[in-house]
Each structure stands twice: as structure tokens, then as C-alpha cells.
């Protein structure tokens, strides 16, 4: 089965950047639409955004917009997110997986990886 291992997180203070990285083991990503999904503390996971597997299109929820970038590396198996304009209520733990068009996670692609944590001070 494929393996997902998020990094990149970390402590930053509102308007600072960080950029998270999503490596798969085990099968290529290069077919599949790909995304990001967070889930804040008492929270559900949510949908983050996404990007295609062809021209690469890419899909954001409105709160990210203009702030987020996800991007893909096929060569290297790796789907990115760079975070510009951090805000506290981006708080949470970030994790990437194969994305169905309703933008929920494929989880008979892969299991949830362990995440990455990401904590944006006011």
C-alpha cells in the first residue's frame, strides 16, 4: 500500500510562510489528483485544496485562496503546499492524500500518513 509522510510544519507567527512537503512510498501519485487536508484541534478534517494529475489544475477553499500554493513533483513522487500570509486560525494538522472529485480523501489509496503540525502565534 502506499505510504504518505508529511513535513514541513512548524511554529511561525501570523504573516510568516512555510512550506510542507508529502512524500509517497509504495506507487506512483502520478495519476491521481492530489491533495491537502487539515484538522485543527476539536475540529473535523477538512479539504485544503487539490491538483489534478493531467494539466495539473488546482482547487482551493476560499480561506486559503491567494495565500496557499499546492504544486507537484512527479519525478520525485512529492506533492507540495507553500503557506504565504499564515494566519492563527490556519493552525492545525496537515495531511496529504489521493482526493476524489466531492474533494474527500481517497483512503483506499492510502491510510492517513501521521501529519504535520503547523501552530501560527497571533
Known amino acids: 500500500q502506499v505510504q504518505l509522510v508529511e513535513s514541513g510544519g512548524g511554529l511561525v507567527q501570523a504573516g510568516g510562510s512555510l512550506r510542507l512537503s508529502c512524500a509517497a512510498s509504495?506507487?506512483?501519485?502520478?495519476?491521481?489528483?492530489m491533495g491537502w487536508f487539515r484538522q485543527a484541534p476539536g475540529k473535523q478534517r477538512e479539504f485544503v485544496a487539490a491538483?489534478?494529475?493531467?494539466?495539473?489544475?488546482?482547487y482551493y477553499i476560499d480561506s486559503v485562496k491567494g495565500r496557499f500554493t499546492i504544486s507537484r513533483d512527479n519525478a520525485k513522487n512529492t506533492v507540495n503546499l507553500q503557506m504565504n500570509n499564515l494566519k492563527p486560525e490556519d493552525t492545525a494538522v496537515y495531511y496529504c492524500?489521493?482526493?476524489?472529485?466531492?474533494?474527500?480523501?481517497?483512503?483506499?489509496?492510502?491510510?492517513w500518513g501521521q501529519g504535520t503540525q503547523v501552530t501560527v502565534s497571533s
Open positions: 491538483i489534478s494529475w493531467g494539466i495539473g489544475s488546482t
Open positions: 509504495g506507487r506512483s501519485i502520478s495519476g491521481e489528483r
Open positions: 492524500n489521493a482526493v476524489l472529485p466531492n474533494r474527500t480523501a481517497r483512503l483506499d489509496f492510502a491510510a
